[in-house]
């Protein structure tokens, strides 16, 4: 006897999904992810290409600018070049070094005998008042401290008498400072103190300045004997204290050696 049909179909085999199908699309699906990083990345780099101009611009104009708001605050708190225009410091300094200035002195720092000072020169003491522009590039640069100060205004010489002293010229061709004679070894060669002899007493408020080349500068003694101006420097005028010569590097040298010749004078009575 034949077994029941439905018997048949139960042991026929059923169909299966297939696995083949599931396979292949997730293997198109893995090949299309590095194919849309690819062109993600791309797409990337275009845009990385685009901006990297105007990021190197940006980051230029970033550090340009923060150069010099630091060179300003240097400028005007700490240190300033400048250069010497004459021959009135020979032989410690040469006409065109260019020397750094620092503005500590005298704000924070005493001033002392021997030093050498930048100041503004008074206005009696100018030749020519009215100077030439020398252009806005120039004064654009001297302002923010990059180039040099012109130093036409501003001049350099030593510090012989402080507020208070008593100052003559001459003992055996010695300046007398507070009854102390100066051997001054930083005086050129042959410069003759004994040219403008003086004597005097410092007021309050007010130093007396010389010139390394006594015969050639046109210091206290100059503006006093020769010009009948008043030869004591305020020293409100004072732009600082000079340190070092930075230019040329063969002439690179410190400037605070004056001191030791007045290492010996009293303070004023």
């Not at 150069?67 to 009135?88: C, D, G, H, N, R």
């Not at 012109?150 to 002293?165: A, E, F, M, N």
Request: with cysteine.
């Amino acid at each position: 006897m034949s077994e029941p049909s439905n018997a048949r179909e139960q042991d026929s085999p059923r169909e299966q999904p297939s696995e083949h199908g599931a396979e292949s699309d997730a293997a198109a699906r893995d090949d299309a992810q590095p194919a849309v990083a690819a062109a993600e990345t791309r797409a990337e780099r275009r845009e990385r290409k685009k901006s990297r101009p105007l990021r190197v611009i940006t980051e230029s104009v970033v550090l340009v600018a923060i150069a010099l708001v630091v060179s300003m605050l240097i400028k005007t708190f700490l240190l300033q070049p400048f250069y010497i225009p004459s021959e009135s410091m020979y032989n410690t300094m040469l006409k065109d070094d260019k020397f750094m200035v620092s503005k500590l002195t005298p704000e924070f720092f005493e001033l002392k005998r021997g030093d050498i000072v930048v100041f503004k020169a008074p206005a009696d003491w100018m030749n020519n008042p009215v100077l030439p522009d020398p252009g806005p590039v120039a004064n654009a640069l001297s302002y923010i401290g990059l180039v040099p100060q012109d130093s036409q205004d501003h001049w350099v010489k030593r510090v012989i008498g402080l507020p208070g002293d008593h100052v003559t010229c001459c003992t055996d061709g010695k300046l007398v400072v507070n009854g102390v004679e100066i051997t001054e070894p930083y005086l050129y060669p042959g410069s003759d103190n004994n040219l403008l002899p003086f004597d005097i007493t410092l007021q309050p408020g007010y130093i007396w300045v010389e010139g390394d080349n006594r015969d050639s500068s046109e210091d206290s003694r100059y503006q006093m004997l020769i010009k009948g101006v008043n030869g004591q420097l305020p020293m409100s005028s004072i732009v600082g204290k000079a340190e070092f010569i930075y230019w040329p590097l063969s002439r690179w040298q410190g400037l605070g050696d004056g001191e030791a010749a007045f290492a010996g004078v009293p303070a004023p009575q």
